[in-house]
């Protein structure tokens, strides 16, 4: 199977990532790289923050931690056009981290502070909605009936049911 469109230096990340093919041993470093990158980058890390982060532990040029930090961002995605539920979930794992970090330093307002944040992005404040809505049951549904035999033969599938003849009664 032959793939349009030209090639890209990521195509063989993509192949590993989805259908597993193995890299050489650079490129395995090179992969690593870029989820460094993208991993910082979730934990909201500003690009330049993660330009930083990568220079002190790769010991690598500007250009070339320039070009990690877009190669991640094409080959994982861009965090800031995540879905908002993604967002969410990213936010709430970060301010329970940072409810955890001050817990463990002894603020116990700052952890209460974060773990109220993390529960308003989880909507825990808001009032629960009803999954049924009682005023559904009360809109009129129209109903045919017949009793004239050719009718019901005319449909696919008929079921018999008990009935009482109430015509007469209200006479």
Known sequence: MK?????????????HLVDGLDLKPDELEMLAKYRKAHGLLCL??????VLATLEKEF????????????????LYGSIEEVDKKGQRVISHENYKLLGNLARKNGDIGAAIRAQENADKLLGLFEA????????????PVP?????DPAVLREQESTEDTDYEDVSDEAE
């Not at 010991?59 to 094409?74: F, G, H, N, T, W």
């Not at 629960?128 to 809109?139: N, Q, R, V």
Request: without cysteine; positive net charge.
């Open 3 to 15: 793939k349009l469109g030209k090639p890209d230096k990521l195509d063989k990340y993509r192949s």
């Open 44 to 49: 909201g890390f500003g690009r330049n923050q």
């Open 59 to 74: 010991e690598l040029s500007q250009p070339q931690l320039y070009a990690i930090v877009r190669d991640s961002i094409k």
């Open 128 to 139: 629960e909605k009803t999954a049924l809505d009682p005023k559904a049951f009360l809109i």
């Open 143 to 147: 109903m045919d009936f017949s009793t």
